[in-house]
């Protein structure tokens, strides 16, 4: 006689077909006491338009996992790609186009701390190297590569690969103004449960595809499509301002308007900097002359012009 498991009794749940789930979710949803978050899944997300066009680009969506922060001593050991196919008149992303993930042996142990944030062993990574082929090719193809914290990834990456050090970046981390969003965290893995999906995030390819599927959101108070919004940013010239010699008691008003602390280990000067649209300079000169150096004398300013090619550089 054939049994039917009784709610309660044990044993695995049953399996709910993509309908049922869709009803499942619908009802929760319509309670207002839930947020349903969905696994990411681009091969059959229904935001790729699929609309081929003559003037489409390769972008390419990038992570890496390393052994610590300091790119000139510390070492790639897993870098992850996601190559898209996209309009760079409209910025509809149109396809995923391919992937790569790799891993690459460091030469000594991780860190427990590594070990724990990516859950890489180094039984996973003996032996391992990454495909330069591969990498190369499809770095070879794309016209903009994006990452979600680029002043982090780019040094690494082109430190390993010097082709990336010849392309275009830009970042979702920097470039998008999630304040202005009303968005109180900008990790990665915050902003898509913001939009209600979820990825098995610090693997360097998970997190690449959950790039790629923040950049075919729309920013949430504006509205506007947020790969459009970057490829915007990306292209602007920027000038970065640095406030060499600025006296200690302006700290809290340079803080105040956005300006950030080097302390030197990349090899620029000790000081605070920011950077703004290359129309914005004199006006900053003009803050800083004003309301920062003592008698206007802001001399030891720097300025330096930046573009894709450049930003997020170590050069």
Request: with cysteine; net charge neutral.
């Amino acid at each position: 006689m054939a049994r039917r498991r009784v709610a309660g009794s044990g044993g695995p749940p049953p399996i709910m077909n993509p309908l049922e789930a869709e009803i499942a979710v619908t009802a929760l949803k319509a309670t207002g006491n839930y947020k349903v978050l969905r696994r990411l899944d681009l091969e059959n997300d229904s935001r790729l338009t699929r609309r081929r066009s003559r003037e489409s680009l390769i972008g390419l969506a990038l992570d890496t996992e390393t052994t610590g922060f300091d790119h000139p001593q510390d070492r790639i050991i897993e870098l992850g790609l996601v190559a898209f196919e996209y309009d760079p008149l409209s910025g509809e992303i149109i396809r995923l186009v391919d992937r790569y993930s790799g891993c690459e042996d460091p030469g000594a142990p991780l860190s427990e701390e590594v070990k724990l944030v990516t859950g890489i062993s180094d039984d996973l990574l003996r032996g391992t190297r990454l495909d330069d082929g591969r990498v190369e090719e499809l770095a070879g193809k794309a016209s903009l590569v994006i990452a979600h914290n680029a002043a982090f990834d780019r040094k690494f990456v082109e430190s390993r690969f010097p082709l990336f050090a010849r392309l275009p970046w830009a970042c979702t981390l920097a470039q998008i103004d999630w304040q202005k969003e009303l968005i109180s965290s900008r990790t990665l893995e915050y902003l898509l449960f913001r939009y209600g999906y979820f990825i098995d995030a610090h693997r360097a390819v998970n997190d690449a595809e959950g790039l790629l599927g923040l950049l075919l959101e729309r920013l949430p108070r504006s509205g506007t499509p947020l790969f459009r919004e970057l490829l915007t940013r990306a292209h602007e010239i920027t000038a970065r301002i640095s406030a060499v010699g600025a006296p200690f008691d302006s700290k809290e008003l340079l803080k105040q308007r956005g300006y950030r602390w080097n302390d030197g280990a990349d090899g620029a000067p000790r000081c605070w900097w920011r950077e703004v649209p290359a129309r914005d300079e004199e006006q900053e000169l003009q803050f800083l002359r004003e309301q920062v150096y003592p008698r206007g004398d802001s001399r030891s300013v720097q300025v330096v012009k930046v573009d894709a090619l450049q930003r997020f550089s170590a050069r």
